[in-house]
């Protein structure tokens, strides 16, 4: 059964980048896509964007300019920057892998425990 | 944006049926999935593509489609059933993820 752990500092200053990891275990990290989907504190969920094993991304159209998101196949890792963060990027942050067969569909199907990113100087 | 709605919250009392609905534009087009997220927790995929269950998921829980709505429905529901329940779709291009904002449910 495949594990996801995030990991990456807890606390950002403002203008500054947040960079978060995931490592997958309990299987490879090819051959499926990967997400990063957050929620701020009391809120909803909020996704942000995914990436494939070849290296194609997808993201939220309100983050794309200040988000990019890789992986490290040799690792088993993928990885989030989110640049020029203010507190309103204050969150908690879970990495997913992600089911879809195309036709538009997708949905997450094991989760990350989560980690909290607090951006305050 | 296109946008998923979800009433913000369902209470029932144990063992009655609980019904959370989710409405948007798009699906008709497009699957919807169901995520339970108990406080501190990250959220659980209960059903997916409309009506599936995952393994080890309860068969109390189940998933409609009806036109413009989705439905989760909880049947015989229990006092571990109380957490908030998110609907997912992806916008009318297919090309975007989309959460509903999320329904807390209650049982009495």
């Known amino acids: 059964q495949v594990q996801l752990q995030e990991s990456g500092p807890g606390l950002v200053k403002p203008s500054e980048t947040l960079s978060l990891t995931c490592t997958v275990s309990?299987?490879?990290?090819?051959?499926?896509?990967w997400s990063w989907i957050r929620q701020p504190p009391g809120k909803g969920l909020e996704w942000i964007g995914y990436i494939y094993y070849s290296g194609n991304t997808n993201y939220n159209p309100s983050l794309k300019s200040r988000v990019t998101i890789s992986l490290d196949t040799s690792k088993n890792q993928f990885s989030l920057r989110l640049s020029s963060v203010t507190a309103a990027d204050t969150a908690v942050y879970y990495c997913t892998r992600v089911a879809t067969g195309g036709s538009g569909w997708f949905y997450f199907d094991s989760w990350g425990q989560g980690t909290l990113v607090t951006v305050s100087s | 944006s296109y946008e998923l709605t979800q009433p913000p919250s369902v209470s029932v009392s144990p063992g009655q049926t609980a019904r959370i609905t989710c409405s948007g534009d798009a699906l008709p087009d497009l699957y919807a999935h169901w995520y339970q997220q108990k406080p501190g927790q990250a959220p659980l995929l209960v059903i997916y593509?409309?009506?599936a269950r995952p393994s080890g998921i309860p068969e109390r829980f189940s998933g409609s489609s009806s036109g413009t709505t989705v439905t989760l429905t909880i049947s015989g529901v229990q006092a571990e059933d109380e957490a908030e329940y998110y609907c997912q779709s992806a916008d009318s291009s297919g090309t975007y993820v989309v959460f509903g904002g999320g329904t807390k449910l209650t049982v009495l």
């Open positions: 593509k409309d009506t």
């Open positions: 309990g299987g490879s990290i090819s051959t499926y896509y």
